[in-house]
């Protein structure tokens, strides 16, 4: 059997690819910016077209300093948001004098089988200089048979000057579809930033 090469090696002389071969890749389904928002909502675009999907959060900045920032899940596309869940968490910090650094497990912010608001980064500071910037990445909304997983990763510079590098991992414990999803402060407003929201393909 012979083998068959390529004169030309470089990728960037394909242009096209053959129509049996998927690109992959993230799709861009949405993007919101705050203005003083009491809650960032996404009622549409979260439904069976792609089997996950991706939130960036570009320098998510409190209007109120030293506060959570919070994630909640609707079946209802958004009229509840109080999906049941069981998570993790968990992060490691370093402050800007180099005086204190540490990785640990924070239960006090975890949840078992709670329809509160899940945090998933804390202690925002409120400074000009201050916010959270990471992603949320929530698998198979759209679902009827299994429960709903999420991961989000933040780094924070907080009120105290410190830099965190936050984990937050979970479950929606529902077999209904999840098809909205609401961010916000535990106090006061988003004061400015960017949320993105992706289809993975």
Same mark, same amino acid.
């Given at each position: 059997?012979?083998?068959?090469?390529?004169?030309? %090696?470089?990728?960037?002389?394909?242009?096209?690819?053959?129509?049996?071969?998927?690109?992959?890749?993230?799709?861009?389904?949405?993007?919101? +910016? /705050?203005?003083?928002?009491?809650?960032?909502?996404?009622?549409? =675009?979260?439904?069976?077209?792609?089997?996950?999907?991706?939130?960036?959060?570009?320098?998510?900045?409190?209007?109120?300093?030293?506060? %959570?920032?919070?994630?909640?899940?609707?079946?209802?596309?958004?009229?509840?948001?109080?999906?049941?869940? +069981?998570?993790?968490?968990?992060?490691?910090?370093? %402050?800007?004098?180099?005086g204190v650094s540490a990785l640990n497990s924070v239960s006090d912010r975890d949840l078992a089988q709670s329809t509160s608001d899940q945090q998933i980064a804390n202690g925002i500071g409120s400074d000009n200089d201050q916010q959270t910037s990471g992603y949320l990445h929530l698998y198979n909304p759209s679902n009827t048979t299994f429960v709903k997983h999420f991961? +989000?990763?933040?780094?924070? /510079?907080?009120?105290?000057?410190?830099?965190?590098?936050?984990?937050?991992?979970?479950? =929606?414990?529902? +077999?209904?579809?999840?098809?909205?999803?609401?961010?916000?402060?535990?106090? =006061?407003?988003?004061?400015? =930033?960017?949320?993105?929201?992706?289809?993975?393909?």
């Amino acid at each position: 059997m012979a083998l068959n090469f390529a004169n030309n %090696n470089s990728l960037s002389a394909i242009t096209t690819l053959p129509a049996s071969i998927s690109g992959g890749g993230m799709t861009l389904i949405s993007e919101q +910016t /705050a203005s003083s928002s009491a809650t960032i909502d996404f009622t549409s =675009g979260i439904d069976s077209t792609y089997d996950s999907y991706v939130f960036k959060f570009i320098n998510i900045h409190p209007a109120t300093d030293n506060v %959570n920032f919070t994630v909640n899940f609707s079946t209802d596309g958004g009229s509840n948001y109080n999906v049941t869940k +069981t998570s993790t968490y968990f992060q490691a910090y370093h %402050n800007e004098t180099n005086g204190v650094s540490a990785l640990n497990s924070v239960s006090d912010r975890d949840l078992a089988q709670s329809t509160s608001d899940q945090q998933i980064a804390n202690g925002i500071g409120s400074d000009n200089d201050q916010q959270t910037s990471g992603y949320l990445h929530l698998y198979n909304p759209s679902n009827t048979t299994f429960v709903k997983h999420f991961i +989000t990763r933040f780094n924070i /510079a907080n009120e105290a000057q410190y830099s965190v590098d936050n984990y937050v991992a979970g479950y =929606g414990n529902t +077999t209904s579809a999840v098809n909205a999803i609401q961010f916000r402060m535990s106090s =006061g407003n988003i004061d400015s =930033g960017v949320i993105k929201l992706y289809g993975i393909s």
